[in-house]
């Protein structure tokens, strides 16, 4: 039997993050490497997501593998993932044919609509939940940096979310999230900067989130989703 859960959620914590830049040191590459482009413009790219602010305000960091196939904007270019590989492997080449000088502004995922002006991410209205899919492939990610190697730092706060059924037993296939008024899907505008974004007037409140396999709830036994939102 599959259930749809509509769930209106009035508060929520946003975890935002800024932009740092780490060096990339040439000896980190492996030796078997892609050799970088011949021209336009290439950057390395990596990216983390914050788990927790510790004691005295340390914060802790998990870092995010690229899927194989990603593009990102870059001042409203877009930049392809390259196979150049190196010895830290959240860390991927990223390049484009057009010439382009720094600063950089960096948007993931791409968004056509996106400039130098005005960087956009778009968040998508339906996400599939699978092990299979990577979930940078719908996380929204920011950077900004004069250098050409960039952390990309996250634009969505996560949180768990428990399921149980009311009674017998359910297979839930699909999870409708709903928050009001406050925008979590469609295009926003981004603050690479300060790691912050606005929604832009197609921003939408609701998000469905669909479970190819199925989780199995009883009213003993529950499922907890892992979500994130902006």
């Not at 899927?67 to 990223?94: H, I, Y």
């Not at 400039?115 to 939940?129: A, E, F, G, R």
């Not at 839930?172 to 008024?181: A, Q, R």
């Amino acid at each position: 039997m599959k259930n749809i859960f509509l769930l209106s959620l009035l508060s929520m914590a946003v975890m935002m993050g800024c932009v740092d830049d780490i060096s990339g040191q040439p000896d980190q590459e492996k030796p078997d490497a892609e050799a970088p482009a011949a021209s336009g413009t290439s950057l390395n790219l990596s990216m983390r997501y914050m788990v927790s602010s510790g004691e005295g305000g340390i914060e802790s960091y998990t870092p995010i593998s690229w899927p194989e196939e990603a593009s990102v904007s870059v001042n409203g270019v877009c930049f392809t993932k390259t196979a150049k590989t190196f010895a830290d492997t959240t860390l991927s080449q990223f390049v484009c044919e057009e010439e382009m000088a720094s600063p950089y502004y960096v948007t993931s995922p791409y968004a056509e609509n996106s400039s130098i002006q005005s960087p956009k991410v778009n968040i998508q209205t339906m996400q599939i939940l699978a092990q299979d899919i990577p979930v940078q492939s719908f996380l929204p990610f920011c950077g900004y940096s004069e250098k050409n190697t960039i952390v990309l730092r996250h634009l969505a706060g996560g949180f768990s979310l428990p399921l149980k059924s009311a009674g017998g037993t359910s297979v839930i296939t699909k999870v409708v999230l709903s928050t009001g008024d406050t925008k979590i899907a469609g295009e926003f505008e981004v603050d690479c900067v300060n790691a912050t974004m606005t929604p832009c007037e197609d921003a939408t409140s609701q998000i469905t989130f669909m479970i190819p396999n199925g989780e199995i709830v009883t009213p003993e036994q529950e499922a907890v989703l892992d979500l994130y939102l902006p």
